[in-house]
């Protein structure tokens, strides 16, 4: 009796072993039976919520262009108050006319929510799946790129702009012209002026690099809508609005144009802040617009020359420049002769040639 439990889990571990080598001699056919009924639940699935939801078939082709006809954003539409029903929106990219969208607009008007949506009906389009529009054009998209919310490392020693920066640093670095991306917000944890330089630059280079990646950019810097006026392939949008007295009505439509106001203080009215609190920022507000100080830094913006960029020598689409760069920078230049060095400019030199 006092052996019989242990005697029980051998016999149970000796099942369990013999089961599984039983099993095993069916190993691939079980497993493609498994991919089999997964691509077909997949697929039932996607025709379901297409049908449910109606979603339509998008066109995607070899082209560059993004054209969405009335889409919505397929999660935010199913969690809306009962009797509310969805805006939907028009949007267009395209590298020959309308390559970077520079989108402004208060507080809560959803230019996030449509910074998403386009990013989740370009990638349901490239699964196989129909989208929540009325019609739509997709251009085969390589990787998209989003840079939104904001969080720190405090354990890595990073504030949140630090990972702001080395998130769009990475973006920089690796997209193509079949790339999507998506700013929200970059720069704004820093000074205005850095951050408004900061965002300035990226839209220059984005705009100036010979691959050109289709860009959406929400933005508070009312200021950088002086861009569409320097470069043919940026143009303004804003989420329109209605204000009525003290109170600002969401319209959710995507209209052509920058905005100059983004509410804030409505915004912090909304949220229950202090009403003494509203009421000196409400006459901060007023003396700082007597003063004009955004006017003012609109002008000396708009004094800015036009820097062309320059090109990097070092282009990542070429890997010869990439391991020549890699050898750089493995290199001890203080631990090299003379002679040492003319060999290694002799071997790039050869590499290049070939």
């Not at 699935?45 to 979603?55: K, P, S």
């Not at 990475?170 to 193509?176: A, D, F, P, Q, Y």
């Not at 929400?218 to 043919?232: I, K, Q, S, V």
């Amino acid at each position: 009796i006092l052996g019989a439990e242990d005697r029980i889990q051998s016999i149970e571990q000796q099942l369990y072993e013999e089961l599984l080598l039983a099993v095993g001699e069916y190993l691939p056919q079980i497993l493609s039976n498994a991919a089999v009924v997964a691509t077909v639940d997949c697929l039932l699935n996607f025709a379901e919520v297409a049908i449910l939801h109606n979603y339509r078939k998008p066109l995607v082709n070899d082209g560059y262009k993004l054209w969405l006809s009335a889409c919505r954003h397929p999660v935010i539409e199913q969690h809306l108050p009962v009797g509310e029903a969805f805006v939907p929106n028009d949007l267009l990219l395209d590298p020959e006319s309308q390559q970077i969208i520079i989108l402004t607009g208060p507080n809560m008007a959803g230019k996030s929510a449509l910074l998403r949506q386009a990013a989740l009906n370009v990638c349901m389009a490239q699964m196989g799946c129909f989208i929540p529009a009325e019609a739509a054009e997709i251009g085969l998209v390589d990787k998209i790129f989003t840079r939104v919310g904001a969080s720190d490392n405090i354990s890595s020693g990073e504030s949140t702009f630090m990972v702001e920066m080395t998130e769009t640093a990475s973006i920089m670095n690796n997209l193509s012209d079949r790339s999507l991306v998506i700013l929200d917000e970059i720069g704004r944890g820093t000074s205005t002026y850095d951050g408004i330089s900061i965002a300035w630059s990226l839209c220059e280079y984005l705009h100036q690099r010979e691959q050109s990646a289709k860009v959406l950019f929400a933005t508070h810097y009312h200021e950088l809508n002086e861009l569409e006026n320097r470069f043919d392939r940026i143009v303004n949008y804003h989420i329109a609005t209605r204000q009525s007295g003290n109170k600002v009505i969401f319209l959710r439509k995507l209209t052509k144009g920058g905005s100059q106001h983004s509410f804030g203080i409505h915004v912090a009215r909304m949220a229950g802040m202090p009403k003494e609190i509203i009421g000196r920022a409400d006459g901060i507000l007023k003396e700082l617009e007597q003063k004009h100080i955004g006017e003012n830094l609109k002008k000396k913006l708009g004094t800015i020359p036009a820097q062309p960029m320059q090109l990097n020598i070092f282009g990542m689409e070429d890997p010869v420049w990439n391991d020549i760069r890699k050898e750089l920078d493995e290199l001890d230049i203080n631990g090299l002769t003379p002679i040492e060095a003319l060999l290694l400019i002799q071997q790039w030199k050869n590499k290049l040639d070939s």
